[in-house]
């Protein structure tokens, strides 16, 4: 649920209470964007299952391995895959105009530990993951072969399934 809303010429503006983050979430709801599919973004994201939440920790630890690897510093450690949350702080989920307001996109963005700089950006789009890498502002209604070429690791990890 989509709290304390504040409406500006941008667009409106709350926050969220994301369960399988355990943090509060900033909202940012472009504008012309019905709040009813807001709430449909943010039930998905809080609806996200075990199997999904797995290939956003796969696609995780292959960013941070691949930049770390990249840069010559240590990834972050971890013994059980999810361990990997520990190292990211999404802040932000971006709800943008949708192309189909009865597909749910959960848009998010925010830090990680081992790329300070470009952060991190999770496209998850009608519950697949479709995008996570460094944050570039990515438009989540591209084509899949749109996603495929910007060090894209949810592409990655679906290659070694």
């Known amino acids: 649920m989509i709290e304390n809303l504040i409406k500006d010429e ?18 940012m709801i472009e504008k012309g964007v019905s709040i009813e599919y807001a709430s449909l973004c943010a039930d998905s994201l809080n609806s996200v299952d075990d199997n999904l939440l797995n290939d956003v920790c796969r696609a995780a630890i ?18 059980t895959i999810r361990e990997i949350l520990q190292y990211i702080e999404f802040d932000t989920l971006q709800i943008d105009e949708p192309e189909d307001e009865s597909t749910p996109v959960v848009h998010l963005g ?12 999770l496209i998850i789009r009608n519950g697949e993951l479709i995008y996570l890498g460094a944050y570039n502002g990515e ?17 990655i990890i679906k290659d070694k399934k």
Not at 10 to 24: D, S, T, V
Not at 64 to 79: H, L, R, S, T
Request: glycine share 10%; charged share 25%; net charge negative.
């Open 110 to 121: 925010g830090g990680c530990d081992w790329e300070p700089e470009h952060g991190i950006e």
């Open 10 to 27: 941008h667009g409106i503006y709350g926050n969220m209470h994301c369960k399988w983050l355990e943090q509060q979430l900033e909202v």
């Open 62 to 79: 292959a960013y941070a391995d691949d930049f770390c690897e990249m840069v010559g510093q240590e990834p972050p450690k971890v013994n």
């Open 139 to 155: 438009w989540a209604w591209g084509n899949p072969e749109h996603y495929e070429e910007d060090y894209n690791y949810a592409y």
